[in-house]
């Protein structure tokens, strides 16, 4: 039994005892979380329990209940509990964190338990570790229409933030990406509420966390999703498809680990993922055969030609923006993923090369 240790709301008392119960559910055999007597409380949290291991050693969980918790509260959150760290484990509860919030969560080294089983708690005293996924998505939002990076234009306004040293305006981004003024402003404000941006004064924009909204893009809109994909087999390997591209009239850019390779090589690459308008009419005009298994050609027709935005061309072959690049490779198959945060440790130490 676990004692609410100030006035709460019926709700947050009912998240505490779900949040509990949950993780009694995810404890190794022997461990208990119990009650600890109200003169020990903090008034700074929700509630205090006891932690005990099977050798009758015990830590406390400062646990603190939200209904909804955004990744720009989470800074809020751990200054107000900086005193009671030192001593205590915080663990937050909710009904569900997102993927972001998890992040700095994580960053911040603060625990946390959703009802959906997203699960992480990391206490030194007694020694536990505990780490689960549950739901990516929020339950609750399911038939409710919500702004996210998965729509062409908000990825527009987000490239926009990227490449640019100086955060533009409302106006400025909207001419520069074709957007509407008023969608500017909605994902603006949901950058700001995912802390990925920082905001002062009137709501003007100081900072962009570039590769904190990179990864966010990718986390919402994985690369085939963006546009009509096909596999194809280039028997006489990638050298002799960059030349056929180079010599055709294709509008085309290379992405992926080839464009990668131009900033920040790794291992050899075995697939060429290629931005091209028509996926068919390119692979039918270079003479690519489609390829189930084995392919070594990705081709994309992009749903929004903001993908060529920024394009560089090097020896006559175009590649896309390094933040196109970035972006396109957490999401993509094999090593994919790895070689997107090299690049963007790349990108990190080079702004001055990439950044306008």
């Known amino acids: 039994m676990l004692r609410i240790l100030r006035n709460m709301a019926d709700s947050d008392n009912k998240l505490i005892r779900e949040g509990v119960r949950g993780l009694r559910a995810r404890l190794p055999p022997g461990w208990q979380v119990g009650e600890l007597p109200f003169e020990q409380a ?45 001593t205590r484990t915080l663990v937050l509860l909710a009904p569900y964190l997102s993927k972001l919030t998890q992040e700095r969560l994580r960053e911040a080294q603060v625990g946390y338990l959703d009802l959906t089983g997203n ?17 990516r998505e ?30 533009p ?71 002799a498809l960059v030349g056929r591209l180079v010599k055709s009239d294709e509008r085309y850019a290379l992405t992926g680990g080839l464009a990668s390779e131009v900033f920040a090589p790794t291992a050899p690459v075995r697939l060429a993922t290629v931005w091209v ?20 050609v990705l081709f994309i027709e992009p749903d929004d030609e903001g993908v060529f935005e920024g394009a560089i061309q090097r020896d006559g072959v175009w590649y896309v923006a390094p933040s196109q690049a970035a972006m396109d490779l957490l999401t993509s198959p094999g090593r994919g993923p790895a070689e997107g945060e090299e690049l963007i440790r790349w990108m990190q130490e080079n702004e001055e090369k990439w950044r306008r």
């Open 277 to 296: 308008r028509d996926v068919i009419e390119a692979a039918k005009r270079l003479g690519l055969r489609p390829a189930e298994s084995g392919a070594n």
């Open 169 to 239: 305006g409302v106006r400025e981004l909207a001419t520069l990406t074709h957007v509407d003024a008023g969608y500017v402003s909605r994902v603006l404000a949901l950058l700001d509420k995912e802390a990925l941006i920082t905001r002062v004064g009137h709501g003007r924009m100081e900072s962009v966390d570039w590769p904190g909204l990179l990864r966010y893009c990718a986390q919402q809109a994985p690369l085939e999703s963006r546009g009509e994909a096909r596999t194809y087999l280039e028997p006489r390997g990638l050298s």
């Open 42 to 86: 903090l008034l700074s949290v929700d509630a205090l329990a006891e932690l005990r291991a099977p050798d009758g050693r015990t830590g406390v969980l400062a646990l603190e209940a939200r209904a909804r918790v955004e990744p720009r509260d989470v800074a809020a959150l751990v200054s107000r509990t900086e005193a009671l760290r030192s």
């Open 119 to 135: 699960v992480r708690l990391v206490v030194s005293t007694p020694g536990l570790y505990i780490e689960a996924e549950g739901a």
């Open 138 to 167: 929020d339950p609750e939002r399911s038939g409710r229409p919500a702004l996210s990076m998965r729509g062409a234009k908000a990825r527009r306004v987000a490239r926009a933030l990227i490449d640019r040293k100086v955060p």
